[in-house]
């Protein structure tokens, strides 16, 4: 099955990512990521990676574009694409932290040293988290 009728909107996600990539603010590690995720009711919402120098409060673009999305009133995801230079492929409190929202979401995986249009890799959240951590929403 080819991506385009997986996820025509696939273009404009990677698109997205790629120009979020631009604003990343990564100044220690020069590690600059883009990541654009499309909800449900077809909009894109891109964020990019904020280093600290005490890297612990670095942010990830997967989470800065989930938490906009979220913060603009969106919260069921359909499709996230993650830009960099090389190899892309979300670190383990990502891919927890999108579970919350679509266990089976796809990941656009797009290196930006291959040229723009080229596909992206896809695949599953579930191939990359298979047992992901589930508390039940309302517990305490």
């Known amino acids: 099955m080819s991506l385009d009728s997986r996820l025509p909107e696939w273009r404009a996600l990677q698109a997205a990512s ?25 909009e894109i919402v891109t964020g990019c990676n904020v280093e600290n120098a005490s890297y612990g409060l670095t942010i990830c673009a997967e989470r800065v574009a989930a938490c906009s999305a979220v913060a603009s009133g969106m919260r069921r995801f359909r499709a996230i694409c993650v830009s960099l230079d090389g190899p892309p492929l979300p670190c383990g409190a990502c891919r927890q932290f999108l579970v919350e929202f679509n ?11 291959s040229d723009v249009g080229r596909e992206p890799e896809l695949v599953l959240l579930t191939e990359l988290l298979p047992r992901p951590f589930r508390l039940e929403a309302g517990s305490r």
């Open 18 to 42: 790629r120009s979020a990539r631009q604003q990343a603010w990564a100044p220690y590690s020069q590690f600059f990521v883009g990541a654009a995720i499309l909800t449900e009711s077809g």
């Open 103 to 113: 266990p089976d979401l796809i990941l656009l995986l797009d290196d930006t040293s």
